[in-house]
């Protein structure tokens, strides 16, 4: 996967899936386009449509009602797409970790070995998630 | 809805259902004719993350670090909520001055950097990028101070039962002092950039517009219902925290249309700013923490004004050391019926302003899509919906002759 991830690390176009977390690190990736950290300058935009993504990042802990939509959302991505898992909540489900609403952690949800990174944080800073994305 | 028109000309417009950020994510489903809306139902549910139930397997303490993570964006009103009813369940805990006046100052911020945000992505939705960028922008310096002041840019975990987790330390005040004074200029040109704009008065003044019959039969809260003239607001209704030893004054507005929310939400950051000055000021020495012991059986109820309204917060206690019910009404639970009363007759490219005026969704944009009821095809996506809407302020524009 090394020569892949590293050609599509380039000037990642992002979808960004909010899956039942609290929305801290939404507003966080949401963050990372405005001035302040600007992650344009990078080549990273935030893509409307999850057909034209690089890269799914996913936030939040997979409720029942989410996760099924997740896994459907990686169907549709055009292969290799990188899953990058941003806060404490997708990447073992943090604070919500034993509630019955929830099902799996992301990287049992998705084939193995599709998570391509892991932004820890509650929620992780902006330049967190920029030196995850780089 | 009548039943006597044909299926062809009434389409239905799922918006969401991924909306982060509230609570509860919503799909809101329109029924439009031609484009007029004429239904809206709205499903949640979506984030469902079982806090209630989570919450009666940790301590008294661990829920608050849980009651936190409700919401991204009022991750202190939850908790003050909570907090009080705590306090309420022991029986009135005398809560020192000082973490009262700490409670303020970070539930001040909250609001402030929160309608900063929603400033900005209700510019996005009318095609106003430069509001975004700019309400964004200002909102940084918040997150500045919320960082040096409590050591996280959200989720503070500044609130404990009977006081507050970590003392502020004074020598930051002065600048703290001197951010603010600059956003309050920030904020005052974004104020004078909404106020001045003949397009955003044509785009946004007498749409969505919710009465205040309706605001009250709906038993809307927080700015959605100080816009429509009732001045419904738990800091001065029925204070908490150090809002009685202050000065600040509540804001409202008449007409209830999204203009007016608009206003109101940005007057009420001067506000914010007013008492979080006074605060600082006026924070007396002493303790921080009552140190709880022990929670005896009973119950008990607290409040608190999140940015968008009142939150309500219930726990019963059985004597041990977790809460054995934990009830939270969130304010958006009121506000989002108010849609039926404002989104109603109005058209589709009004439709996601009016939607977005009772609270910021931004995850629609990538996920709405039209369908047609008769053939269930997709006649237009999410973005289609934001650039109607975006085009509609163009056309104003070049209509106003600007
Ligand atoms: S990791 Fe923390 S901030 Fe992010 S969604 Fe989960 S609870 Fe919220």
Redo the contacts with the bound molecule.
């Keep these: 996967m090394g020569v892949t991830v590293k050609a599509l690390m380039k000037s990642p176009w992002v979808f960004h899936v909010s899956a039942g ?5 939404d507003i966080e990736v949401l963050d990372c386009l405005t001035p302040r950290f600007d992650i344009e300058r990078f080549g990273a935009v935030l893509v409307g449509s999850v057909r034209h993504a690089d890269a799914l990042l996913v ?3 997979m409720n029942r009602k989410s996760a099924y939509r997740l896994k459907e959302l990686y169907r549709q991505a055009a292969k290799p797409c990188l899953v990058i898992a941003i ?4 990447c073992g489900q ?2 919500f970790r034993g509630s019955y609403a929830m099902v799996q952690p992301l990287d049992e949800l998705l084939p193995p070995g599709v998570v391509t990174a892991y932004i820890p944080g ?2 992780p800073k902006p330049e967190a998630m920029i030196a995850g994305l780089g | 809805m009548s039943n006597n028109t044909p299926p062809k000309t009434r389409s239905v417009i799922p918006i969401g259902p991924f909306h982060p950020l509230q609570e509860e994510p919503e799909l809101f489903r329109l029924h439009v004719e031609g484009e007029t809306v004429v239904d809206v139902d709205v499903e949640i549910g979506w984030n469902h993350r079982g806090i209630e139930k989570l919450a009666e397997d940790r301590t008294w303490d661990q829920v608050t670090f849980l009651i936190e ?1 409700i919401c ?1 964006i009022c991750s202190t009103s939850h908790p003050i909520a909570y907090v009080q009813a705590v306090e309420d369940c022991c029986g009135g805990v005398d809560v020192p001055e000082r973490a009262l006046y700490i409670r303020t100052v970070i539930a001040e911020l909250e609001r402030l950097h929160s309608h900063l945000l929603w400033t900005g992505l209700a510019g996005h939705f009318l095609g106003y990028n430069t509001i975004f960028m700019w309400g964004w922008k200002y909102r940084e310096p918040v997150l500045d101070i919320c960082e040096e002041l409590t050591g996280n840019r ?2 503070y975990a500044m609130i404990k039962p009977g006081g507050v987790r970590r003392d502020l330390d004074p020598s930051l005040f002065p600048s703290v002092h001197k951010r603010l004074d600059e956003l309050k200029k920030q904020v005052e040109l974004l104020i004078g950039a909404v106020t001045d704009d003949p397009v955003l008065h044509a785009r946004l003044k007498g749409i969505g517009v919710l009465t205040k019959e309706d605001a009250i039969d709906y038993c809307a809260l927080g700015p959605v219902s100080r816009a429509s003239g009732v001045p419904a607001d738990v800091r001065r209704n029925h204070p908490y925290a150090a809002y009685d030893r202050v000065d600040w004054d509540v804001i409202t507005a008449e007409k209830g249309d999204v203009y007016d929310k608009t206003i109101v939400r940005l007057l009420e950051c001067l506000e914010s700013i007013k008492i979080i000055h006074q605060c600082l000021d006026n924070m007396p020495e002493g303790e921080i923490d009552a140190k709880i012991e022990e929670v005896p059986p009973g119950e008990g109820i607290g409040h608190g004004e999140a940015p968008r309204g009142e939150t309500i917060h219930y726990v019963r206690s059985d004597g041990t050391n977790s809460p054995i019910r934990h009830k939270v009404r969130a304010p958006t639970y009121m506000n989002l019926p108010t849609c039926k009363a404002t989104v109603i007759g109005e058209s589709i490219t009004d439709a996601t302003i009016i939607l977005a005026a009772i609270d910021p969704c931004y995850c629609c944009t990538e996920r709405t899509a039209a369908i047609d009821a008769g053939s269930k095809k997709t006649i237009m996506t999410g973005k289609d919906l934001i650039r109607l809407s975006q085009e509609k302020t163009l056309r104003l524009r070049k209509e106003l002759g600007l």
């Design positions: 977390g609290c929305n801290g690190c936030t939040g802990a806060g404490a909540c997708a943090g604070i509650c929620p | 993570r991204g959200n989720h």
